[in-house]
Every structure is written in C-alpha cells, then in structure tokens.
C-alpha cells in the first residue's frame, strides 16, 4: 500500500460550540488535515490529549476551569513536540493575551472569525489557519545531532556561489526578517548581542497592527535595547532596533545622505503588509555592500527575493538554521537559492552579527 502521507491531526480547544464548529469545518475542508478531537477548556484538552495523538492544537484563551494561558504550558510538557496556534480576539487585550502566549512557546496565532469582512472575517482566517496548520503540522522533526551543529554550508549553486560569499566590507545596518516563531528568536537574538552593538537594526515581523506595539514592547524589555515600532520620518540612529509596523511596509530613504525611515501601504508582498523583502530591497539601495541580512524562522519565502538584491550589492545574508527553527520556510528558501553566507542555529546568531560588526562602524 503506497498511501498518501497521513493527515496532520487538530485539536481545537474552545469554550464555545459555535467557535469549535466554525474552526472545525475549516479543517475538516482540507484534504490534508483532519480535526482529531475537541475540547471545551483546558482541562479536557490534556485528559484528551493522553487519549488521542495530535499535532497541532488550536487554543483559546478565554475558558472556564482552565484557560488558555493555564494549559499551555502544560500541553507542551506533556507533548513537547507539539505545536500550539492561538485563537486571538481583535481588542488590546487579545493581543496583549496571546503575545503572552508567545512568550510561553505558542508556535503562532489566528484571529477568532467573526461576521465582518476584513481580517477577522471566516474566509481570512480559514486562509491563515489552513496555512498555519500545514506548515506547523508537516515540520519534520530535527536530527538529534543537528541541533548541536554550530555550523552547515548550504548547497551552493555554481552561479550563486559568488553572491553567497558577500564582500569584505563590514555592514552598517541589519535587517532582520521573521514570522513564525519569529518573537521569541528576536528576542533571543537581540539579548545576546553586546550592549554597545554598533549598527541600527531594523525588524520586519509578519504581525498586525496592536501586536507590532505590543512586540516592541517587549524586546525593549527582553532585548536589552530600545526597540521602537517605527514611525513615518524617524531618523535611522545607531545603537536602535526599529520594528515595522502592522500593516505598513517599513523601507529606508536619504535625505542630504541620512537615512531614514519611509512606512508605504503598497500592495501586500507574499502575501504579506508588512513584508521584509520591500525593506531589504530598500537597505541594499541605501546601504549597498554594507547590507547584512537575518532572515529567521518563519513559514513561506518572504526575504528571498530581498536577499537577492542584497547579494547582488555584495552585502551578506544569514539565515538560522532548520533544527532551531519552528518553521524553516523563509530561512530555507534563501539558503536553498544559494545566497546565505552562513547557516546558524539561533544561539549562534548575536555573537556572529557581533564580530562582524567588530570591524565595522555604523551608519555614518
């Protein structure tokens, strides 16, 4: 029997029967997943889970007996490679609930559907939550001893070999670029570097807007350094991470040759606004052979075509590695199209971005 690979199995925890059947017909739509059991709190989704085998579990916050916020920490000791979406509101609080949440090892988040058009309606997020469940779900489990692995050449293409090399000269700025999985590795990043890091950086994660504010936030506290989400007209500074707001796209101009910060609402790149490949596009412009690119973890290929036009002016892209990653879709297309000059685990990122910038200055 040759068989299709088996479906990615879904727990769907949700005090409410109307919120579990919605979510539920989304997945059960899909020929490659399949909703394995459903649960009305916390509780009932650890007493099913030593039941039931799953894979990817989505989660309420808001339950009776034992909320959201409760059971995840515990869902994931129980099964430790198991992968936890949120189930997110559109308020303050929502948001503010579920970046919790990310901070206790939720892989990433929906928006709960609602009746409305636009990014809460049930087409939206049936679109997110199917993609979500399909990256996080088929994520292959890493090799025991890739994990300790401080270092992997990516297969090189001859063609790209040149451009994966980088030139000599030490960047001036760094861009980062994450999704899934993405704010805890920014925050693990930016903690290691050393406290008088000399370049400005700046962070594009796919999230909307309320959840950028509370990201920045956060960094600011976890990371050791100020961490603002950035504005139309902020002048780019050493010494200062600048993350893109929801739903702008966050690029670099100059004027009487300073570089600053131009938020545009073009139309979504990757399915995404903001995306990270109109930011690299714009550093390599600005910064040239000085460009140094971080693409993190996250699901699809949003930075690639960044990382191109980077490579291109001779500034060097890294990328973190598939072991560390949640999701090694963005860092895996750029490593697979030959044009990372390095493949890291996360650990290993800040003191590499450290000693390159050693030799380096800044933006001036």
Same mark, same amino acid.
């Given at each position: ?140 489990? +890493?090799?025991? %001893? #890739?994990? /300790?692995?401080?270092? @992997? ?5 001859? &063609? !790209?070999? $040149? ?62 350094? +100020?961490?603002? %989400? #950035?504005? /139309?007209?902020?002048? @780019? ?5 600048? &993350? !893109?707001? $929801? ?118």
């Amino acid at each position: 029997m040759s068989g299709s690979p088996r479906p990615v199995r879904v727990m769907i925890v949700d005090d409410s029967v109307v919120v579990r059947g919605v979510f539920g017909r989304i997945v059960d739509a899909e020929k490659d997943m399949k909703v394995a059991t459903t649960a009305p709190n916390g509780q009932a989704a650890l007493d099913a889970l030593r039941q039931v085998e799953v894979d990817v579990v989505l989660l309420d916050v808001e339950m009776p007996e034992m909320d959201g916020i409760a059971a995840l920490p515990k869902i994931l000791a129980m099964r430790p490679g198991i992968r936890v979406i949120m189930a997110s509101s559109l308020t303050h609080q929502g948001a503010a609930v579920t970046m919790t949440a990310l901070g206790l090892g939720a892989a990433d988040f929906v928006h709960k559907p609602t009746a409305k058009a636009g990014t809460g309606s049930i087409d939206s997020v049936g679109r997110d939550l199917v993609a979500k469940i399909r990256a996080l779900g088929r994520r292959t489990p +890493p090799r025991a %001893e #890739a994990v /300790d692995t401080p270092f @992997i050449s990516p297969p090189v293409p001859p &063609l !790209a070999r $040149g451009l994966a090399a980088g030139s000599d000269i030490a960047p001036r700025v760094v861009g980062i670029a994450s999704s899934t999985g993405g704010p805890n590795a920014l925050a693990e990043l930016l903690a290691g570097l050393p406290s008088d890091f000399p370049l400005p950086i700046l962070v594009t994660q796919h999230m909307p807007p309320l959840f950028t504010t509370l990201l920045a936030e956060r960094l600011t506290r976890d990371g050791g350094r +100020p961490c603002i %989400e #950035a504005k /139309d007209g902020d002048a @780019i500074v050493a010494g200062r991470v600048y &993350l !893109a707001p $929801g739903d702008w796209h966050m690029t670099v101009r100059t004027m009487e040759r300073k570089p600053f910060i131009r938020l545009v609402q073009s139309a979504p790149e990757n399915h995404c606004r903001p995306a990270a490949d109109p930011m690299f596009r714009s550093l390599a412009a600005v910064f040239g052979s000085g460009t140094l690119g971080v693409v993190l973890t996250g699901m699809g290929e949003d930075g690639r075509r960044g990382s191109e036009v980077i490579a291109e002016c001779g500034g060097r892209v890294i990328v973190q590695d598939e072991a560390s990653s949640v999701v090694w879709g963005m860092p895996g297309a750029v490593a697979h199209a030959g044009l990372a000059s390095a493949v890291l685990p996360l650990r290993d990122l800040a003191g590499y971005v450290a000693r390159l910038a050693l030799v380096g200055g800044g933006v001036a």
